[in-house]
């Protein structure tokens, strides 16, 4: 079973590195508690803040975190943009749709991301209110980062994007060849300028020491006519 949203919550919002955590992970059973408190119910986020031992606006501002980021990783996946947990029915799609419309309405947030948000809610709502029999199917469907990484470009597209031009097009082989060139020749460049720095310095040092002697010599010289 995965944590509690509001732990989660409070543990992302005092570490934000963590924040991967959420974008990956399945939704806890209490998602509404955290919806409920971002939306403004007083009395859950004054018992939630108690038993945590936190401020109330601490609690606030993480719950924020916490749903902008699972509902900004939904990608395509409706189930996720309400923030449902698994076997989800379609009384929370209901409740969901409620509290964080609530929290969204314009009214209340003038943001474009609210904006925006507020409508993928409506959205995702309507889907499933036409669509009912696909909600098991997209509460269960958790691998947001499977997704990601079949939609992540391959280096060798990121390099053509930044206009890196293989040295030969006969074939993908040479292509794919020339493509990993840039990367250690930076390397060997970054090399041989710290090589050729520290070879400076030392040659300087070295014309310093010597202008020393000659000139401590002459002064030694100097002293003894």
């Known amino acids: 079973m995965p944590d509690s949203c509001v732990q989660t919550a409070m543990e992302v919002y005092r570490q934000p590195s ?22 403004g119910e007083s009395k859950i986020l004054e018992e939630e803040a108690l038993d945590l031992g936190v401020e ?11 749903l902008r980021t699972v509902i900004s990783s939904a990608d395509g996946n409706h189930a996720r943009a309400l923030a449902l947990p698994r076997n989800a029915t379609l009384a929370d799609v209901k409740s969901h749709k409620r509290w964080l419309l609530k929290w969204l309405h314009p009214d209340t947030n003038h943001s474009a991301w609210e904006s925006q948000m507020f409508h993928s809610v409506n959205t995702a709502a309507k889907y499933f209110e036409t669509h009912p029999q696909s909600l098991a199917a997209e509460a269960m469907n958790f691998s947001v980062h499977e997704n990601r990484r079949s939609k992540t470009p391959s280096r060798r597209n990121t390099l053509q994007r930044l206009q890196v031009r293989p040295a030969s097009s006969k074939s993908v082989q040479s292509a794919d060849h020339a493509a990993r060139l840039p990367f250690p020749q930076s390397r060997r460049n970054r090399a041989w300028r710290r090589f050729r720095q520290l070879i400076g310095n030392r040659l300087a040092w070295l014309a310093f020491s010597v202008v020393s002697f000659f000139v401590t010599a002459i002064y030694i010289l100097a002293l003894g006519v």
């Open 56 to 66: 109330q606006e601490s609690l606030r501002e993480a719950s924020f975190l916490y």
């Open 18 to 39: 963590r924040l991967n955590r959420i974008r990956d992970a399945e939704i806890p059973s209490d998602a509404l508690t955290i919806i409920k408190i971002a939306s």
